[in-house]
């Protein structure tokens, strides 16, 4: 998937099947959601983030933790846009998650820079609802 | 992911405490912020991305051995690596040296002829290639040694392009630059704003009226892939990211009106200028139903001369002056004065510091302009554009031109060519539908050189020889209408 369709995607609110075209997340972990443990989040080589509707962290898991150099302790219950990861705090990424919060919908993947350790690195993020279990997830993987 | 991590690192800040009006305000820009936030194709990185690898980039020059006034050539296409370079450059000193793609496979010449101590492009004639993130590989390389001095009073060094006289390389200052940036910035609207970017950012107009003022307000900088040469990818790039600013040169604009989707594309932005060559009757009357301003400079003054306000528009309207003194000198010349008035230019290896007050001689014919209550002024012409007939007779076309506009009805553009040096041969664009012009009502308008009146050719909007900006191409044009004539 390029990157103008993901973009276009994100754009459009479009929501696609769980299997998003050019996504890092095994399909089958879609449907795990609703009841998709620390230990399960632990296993995957990907970051996973839970939140809850307003932004704040519910679960983080270690990769996550280990790639950002903040602790699971210090990451949890903050606010991932604006205390975890101000640099995600603009309508791009923020405003793609209030978006689709509100609509009860949100499947989209897209290219992002963060900065780990001080140094900026390329990463793919896929941010994703799950509407059955009414979670919000955001998955982030090293390009 | 920086919050917690923030505190770890030596900020550039604190490393530098001293005053660098540049890393003061990239730093407030830049440093912690989500926005702005740029969209390449490939990469979207948020203003502390940038920032972050502007440090590194930063430690990496200095300790390569680079002192502030070293000169260093930026060839890299815009991208992640451009920022970060550009960031730590300004903040850290030294004079930047920005350069066309098509000059890059020259490094070696380039490096001499700027005696600049390091070529950071991306392609394999550069010295330093950044890495995918865009930041500095890993091990240093081998600096150039200088000749001469630093210039440490050269903030960038920049190529004209050649469509307002013989390309050179001008010498800016900070105070050039930021004068320019501070005059314009009030008008533009760019807080929230989404910025479709077209234009080089190695030339002074993508840089200093679009790059630069977007960086500061915290806008998203969304760079389009064909920088402004494919209507279709920019028509893409805008159903993606629906964009509220685009400046462009005035050629853009015409392809992009040319379909029903571009126009409604122009119609809808909140912002942003056309300039970089005049703009015909048509175009203008296209941008009269816009928002978008008359932008007029030259690179020898930063580029910032003249604004003009949303949708005001006449053929060859060049708004209105900002931030510099202008006056009307002899044979209805342009000249300019002001701290945009650039330090000088770059030859022979070496700056030549020109007169700090002097009156910038732009070359550009203008009368002023009488468009309702705007005021401002209109482009007439080249003064090199002007003829010297074979008995040595000095013909000023841009004169002849404004008055054929004005007195023939339907004349929308004209041009007037000598192809022989004896005859004198006028090219017209007419209006949708107006008939074709009089032979002798085309002959009075040239006035005593009435008895020099060749013919008049009526020529077509698409087939004109145009620049890369879109100005008529008058080299070209004298060539073809000498063809028609015969």
């Known amino acids: 998937m390029s990157s103008a369709n993901m973009l276009r995607d994100r754009m459009m609110n479009r929501t696609a099947a769980p299997s998003s075209p050019g996504s890092f997340v095994p399909q089958e972990l879609f449907a795990q959601l609703g009841s998709f443990s620390r230990n399960d989040a632990d296993a995957c080589d ?65 290219p992002y820079t963060f900065t780990f350790k001080l ?24 390009a | 992911m920086h919050t917690a991590i923030n505190h770890l690192g030596m900020d550039s800040a604190t490393r530098h405490p001293t005053g660098n009006p540049w890393r003061r305000r990239l730093h407030a820009s830049l440093c912690l912020k989500a926005d702005p936030l740029f969209v390449f ?174 960086i500061f307000a915290g806008s998203t900088v969304v760079r389009e892939a064909t920088g402004g040469r494919d209507p279709k990818s920019i028509l893409e790039m805008a159903s993606i990211y629906p964009p509220t600013h685009m400046s462009m040169v005035p050629l853009q604009a015409e392809r992009l009106s040319e379909s029903t989707e571009g126009l409604s594309l122009l119609e809808s932005l909140a912002g942003g200028a056309v300039g970089g060559a005049p703009v015909g009757a048509e175009l203008a009357a296209t941008l009269g139903g816009t928002r978008l301003r008359a932008g007029y400079g030259q690179t020898e003054a930063s580029p910032g001369v003249s604004l003009g306000e949303p949708g005001v528009w006449c053929a060859g309207y060049i708004g209105k002056p900002l931030g510099c003194r202008t006056r009307i000198g002899e044979g209805g010349v342009l000249e300019v004065c002001g701290a945009n008035v650039c330090l000088g230019h770059w030859a022979d290896g070496g700056l030549v510091r020109l007169e700090a007050d002097r009156w910038l001689n732009t070359g550009d014919v203008v009368r002023p302009a009488t468009i309702g209550e705007a005021g401002g002024l209109v482009f007439v012409g080249r003064v090199d554009a002007n003829i010297k007939l074979a008995n040595g007779r000095l013909v000023e076309v841009g004169r002849i031109e404004a008055a054929i506009c004005q007195r023939m009805s339907g004349v929308s553009e004209a041009w007037v060519c000598s192809p022989d040096g004896h005859r004198l041969v006028v090219g017209v664009l007419m209006l949708r539908g107006a008939s074709v012009p009089d032979d002798q009502a085309c002959a009075a308008c040239l006035g005593v050189l009435a008895d020099r009146f060749g013919g008049v050719v009526v020529l077509d909007h698409r087939s004109l020889p145009r620049t890369g900006k879109g100005a008529v191409d008058r080299n070209r044009l004298r060539v073809a209408l000498q063809c028609r004539m015969d």
């Open chain 1, 46 to 110: 990907f970051g996973v983030v839970k939140l809850d509707d307003s932004g704040k962290v519910v679960m983080v898991n270690r990769y996550q933790s280990d790639l950002g150099c903040v602790a699971v302790s210090n990451f949890e219950n903050k606010h991932y846009f604006t205390q975890i990861a101000p640099c995600t705090n603009n309508g791009l990424f923020f405003g793609a998650f209030r978006k689709g919060v509100a609509a009860g919908s949100m499947n989209i993947t897209f």
């Open chain 1, 119 to 142: 140094k900026p690195t390329s990463v793919k993020i896929h941010m994703y609802r799950d509407p059955a279990s009414k979670t919000n997830w955001v998955f982030c993987q090293k």
């Open chain 2, 41 to 214: 194709p490939d990469r979207i990185i948020p203003g502390e991305s940038v920032w972050r690898g502007s440090q590194m980039w930063s430690e990496w020059l200095a300790s390569a051995g680079l002192m502030p006034g070293d000169r260093i050539i930026i060839g890299l296409e815009p991208s992640p690596a451009f920022l970060m370079v550009l960031v730590a450059a300004l903040s850290d000193g030294y004079t930047v040296a920005m350069v066309a793609p098509e000059q890059r496979g020259d490094s070696g010449q380039l490096l001499t002829e700027l005696d600049a101590r390091i070529f950071i492009g991306d392609d394999r004639f550069a010295s330093v290639l950044p890495e995918f993130d865009g930041v500095p590989p890993p091990s240093n390389c081998e600096l150039r040694d200088a000749v001469g001095q630093p210039t440490s009073e050269i903030c960038m060094l920049m190529r004209t392009s050649g469509s307002s006289g013989a390309a050179k390389t001008v010498a800016l200052s900070t105070r050039n630059i930021m004068t320019v940036i501070d005059a314009h910035m009030p008008s533009m609207g760019l807080e929230g704003a989404i910025v479709l970017s077209l234009l080089p950012w190695h030339h002074s107009f993508g840089l200093i009226i679009n790059l630069l003022p977007a």
